[in-house]
């Protein structure tokens, strides 16, 4: 078949795996009268086993059929069966509306298989095209969300919201620009990734990073300090941004995640964007590096600022991957409890010298502590100096255990390097339950 012959949905599973070359699954199968809607098939992703399929616009307007639910389920299948990655591409207009009930039960069984191995096999969703209503649903079942700018991805009908507005809401976690660098990205992912939950996460050649960490760097100048040299991979940048950085890169070549907060108070938003990236990192044992500057939590949106770290709380807490947490500025209040404090989160707690550690903000302690020293002339400016190097200081946090190394800031990645090997071996276990309620 030559290239003008090609569907789109075709050509985009060769662009996805390794030389162009894979093995379609169920090639042969109709709906109706017609092929079926979607091409599937498995093969080597970056080198690693993967099974995908791609929706085909160009059949019935690649609308979603009992059929092609049935094809893209025994995907799912082979994938519980077999232990490997799912991708998914997305490019239809809706479901095949002639079918009735009967598709609506067969999207169902879509959702039940893609619910069952989250967690178990990595699942990334490609939207190029068109993905509505339940589509879209199962799409965002996946472990990570990619999507070209303008796509159009929404559960209800009828919308005008593209992918480039899901992205700034956080629902998308990488957008590009068209289908190739979309599926480059994916190819880069899915190398990050282990198989399954009981694979190890696979390792590779690395470079050391070109810049050390300093003091008042920005987050994600830190991180890309402390990974190898181009292998960060951002998730959620479009998303709350300004206050929470979240990355999937590498470290002496083995898989890591990275949560960064970069100076401001902790809002519902990034505390949801954190919370993500641990519990995608915990599902297969991906070792979580916290690099905290946090300076509490905001003022507003108090209700939702409660449920968001609640959840975030509860997500490190629970989390029995490795967690490294570094102070690298701030960590006031209960920012200091959630990101880095040893009882909830961190296995290892790591504070740069120029750190601040404080059960609350400077300025309230000075208030409260130097109350009777203020009324009685003291410089306001000199007794918050000397709260933030005595009581504030990191050194007194490790004087009483709350924090376990403190280094300069160019030393931060080879102190995160040693406490990855020292926790390399990490067991822990946890009550017998279902899962946590919060």
């Known amino acids: 078949m030559s290239d003008l012959e090609k569907s789109n949905a075709l050509a985009r599973l060769e662009a996805l795996f390794d030389d162009g070359e894979f093995t379609q699954i169920d090639a042969f199968a109709k709906s109706a009268d017609k092929d079926v809607e979607v091409v599937a098939g498995f093969g080597s992703v970056n080198g690693s086993a993967a099974y995908a399929f791609s929706q085909d616009i160009t059949v019935s307007d690649g609308a979603v059929s009992v059929a092609q639910c049935a094809k893209i389920k025994k995907i799912y299948d082979l ?43 990595p699942q990334l969703s490609l939207v190029l095209g068109s993905c509505l209503g339940t589509s ?69 050649d690395f470079a050391q990073p070109q810049s050390v960490a300093s003091a008042g760097a920005d987050a994600m100048s830190i991180i890309n300090a402390v990974a190898d040299d181009a292998s960060v991979v951002e998730l959620k940048g479009g ?45 297969y044992s991906i070792p979580v590096i916290t690099l905290v500057n946090a300076d509490g939590i905001i003022k507003e949106k108090e209700n939702q600022t409660l449920v968001a770290l ?20 701030n960590a006031v209040g209960v920012s200091y409890i959630v990101l880095a404090g040893k009882g909830a989160n961190a296995d290892l707690t790591i504070a740069w010298e120029s750190a601040v550690a404080s059960p609350i903000d400077t300025d309230a302690a000075v208030a409260f502590l130097f109350n009777d020293r203020l009324a009685n002339g003291e410089n306001r400016e000199a007794l918050k100096k000397e709260y933030v190097d005595t009581i504030a200081s990191p050194f007194t946090a490790a004087a009483c255990g709350a924090v376990d190394d403190i280094c300069a800031p160019e030393d931060t990645r080879a102190r995160v390097i040693s406490a990855l090997d020292m926790l390399a071996g990490k067991r822990e276990n946890t009550l017998p339950r279902k899962h946590s309620v919060k």
């Open 310 to 329: 609640t959840k975030l709380t509860s997500a490190f807490a629970t989390a029995t991957c490795p967690k490294i947490s570094v102070i690298t500025g």
């Open 136 to 204: 879209a649903l199962i799409a965002s079942l996946a472990d990570v969300i990619i999507a070209v700018k303008d796509a159009d991805f929404y559960v209800s009908a009828p919308s005008d919201i593209k992918a480039e507005a899901s992205y700034k809401e956080g629902t998308v976690d990488i957008l590009c620009d068209d289908d190739k660098s979309a599926i480059e990205s994916a190819r880069d992912l899915i190398a990050l990734m282990p198989s399954n939950n009981l694979s190890p996460s696979p390792v590779f």
């Open 79 to 121: 994938a519980a069966k077999t232990g490997c990655p799912v991708i998914g591409i997305y490019d239809s207009n809706g479901v095949k509306l002639t079918e009735g009930f009967e598709v609506l039960n067969a999207y169902g069984e879509l959702v039940k298989a893609s619910a069952s191995i989250s967690g178990v096999c």
């Open 239 to 283: 998303y709350a941004s300004s206050n929470c950085k979240t990355a999937l890169a590498t470290v002496m070549g083995s898989t890591v995640g990275f949560i960064a907060f970069d100076g401001s108070a902790v809002c519902p938003a990034c505390a949801y964007k954190a919370e993500a990236m641990v519990k995608l990192c915990d599902a």
